[in-house]
Nanobody
Framework: QVQLVESGGGLVQAGGSLRLSCAAS????????MGWYRQAPGKQRELVANIVTRGTPNFADSVKGRFTISRDYAKNTVTLQMNSLKPEDTAVYYC???????????WGQGTQVTVSS
């Protein structure tokens, strides 16, 4: 089993920044993919960004150039730095960890990000 504990999120004005962190514990696989998804009201959950173990980051087009993602392999954490936030970034953000073959997925409890205009 894997446990994902998220921190960060909150309310910020447009143009501001927030940082989300997620710590994983348990049997997290030797090679895995960690990242963040988000779900706005009335919309499907969508990928924001993720990184394969020791790989390069992958971003949704809507956040490229504004968000960065990093992993601390010693601490088994993933951090999403969100800059130049827009009202359309408002959503519940979920930490995700999956195996490389996408057969097993784990989710955090979700954290709310609200960007006011």
């Amino acid at each position: 089993q894997v446990q994902l504990v998220e921190s960060g999120g909150g309310l910020v004005q447009a143009g501001g920044s927030l940082r989300l962190s997620c710590a994983a514990s348990g049997s997290t696989f030797i090679i895995n993919v960690m990242g963040w998804y988000r779900q706005a009201p009335g919309k499907q959950r969508e990928l924001v960004a993720n990184i394969v173990t020791r790989g390069t980051p992958n971003f949704a087009d809507s956040v490229k150039g504004r968000f960065t993602i990093s992993r601390d392999y010693a601490k088994n954490t993933v951090t999403l730095q969100m800059n130049s936030l827009k009202p359309e970034d408002t959503a519940v953000y979920y930490c995700n960890l999956r195996d490389f073959n996408n057969k097993v997925n784990y989710w955090g409890q979700g954290t709310q990000v609200t960007v006011s205009s």
